[in-house]
């Protein structure tokens, strides 16, 4: 099993930056993909980035161009720089991880980080 411990969340104005990062541990070694989610308050859950056999790519409209998703192989962690924010990004931020254990595909989540963007 991975674990994933996510940070970097934050208050910020719109135009501001911030960065999440997400580390993960334990099962590492058959990892086949990253991504990184978000929930806003009655909305559902979507998919926002993703790198998946080293292809990055932005799944979400609203963020192509302003979001970008990254990867330390050495750290084991995954980072999504956000920049040009807006209020209507403002969410709980999920990581997740794809991994293979055995023949079995297994999708390990983070707790969760609140962005919240003012003005």
């Known amino acids: 099993q991975v674990q994933l411990v996510e940070s970097g969340g934050g208050l910020v104005q719109a135009g501001g930056s911030l960065r999440l990062s997400c580390a993960a541990s334990?099962?590492?070694?058959?990892?086949?993909?990253w991504g990184w989610y978000r929930q806003a308050p009655g909305k559902q859950r979507e998919l926002v980035a993703s790198i998946t056999g080293g292809v990055t790519r932005n799944s979400a409209d609203s963020v192509r161009g302003r979001f970008t998703i990254s990867r330390d192989n050495v750290k084991n962690t995954v980072y999504l720089q956000m920049e040009k924010l807006k209020p209507e990004d403002t969410a709980v931020y999920y990581c997740n991880v794809r991994s293979m254990e055995g023949w079995r595909m297994v999708d390990s989540w983070g707790q969760g980080t609140q962005v919240t963007v003012s003005s």
């Open positions: 334990g099962s590492i070694f058959g990892i086949t993909a």
